[in-house]
């Protein structure tokens, strides 16, 4: 089962299937962090325990390669598509 970055059930039924774009465990987003989009990896879908219902997911973040890599739960609708 995958989930759709952005917006909430409403808004995205409305969204052309095209623009849609499902994360799944596993899959590369981007995350901003300090004014920077960061790369993460999606290792946990948490389900609608957001506000409102919203969708979370846990990622681990890529930070400094000297650095550990840190985890946090964030609601899908802020991630964005992985830096290049």
């Not at 000297?66 to 991630?79: A, G, I, K, M, N």
Request: without cysteine; positive net charge; proline residues 6%.
């Amino acid at each position: 089962m995958g989930i759709e970055l952005g917006g909430t059930l409403s808004s995205m039924a409305r969204m052309p299937k095209t623009k849609r774009k499902i994360v799944r465990v596993g899959d590369q987003v981007g995350i901003e962090m300090a004014g920077r989009i960061r790369t993460a990896t999606v290792i946990e879908d948490r389900g609608n325990l957001g506000v409102g219902g919203k969708r979370v997911v846990r990622i681990d973040v890529e930070t400094d390669p000297s650095t550990d890599h840190y985890r946090v739960e964030v609601p899908v609708d802020w991630l964005k598509p992985a830096p290049a």
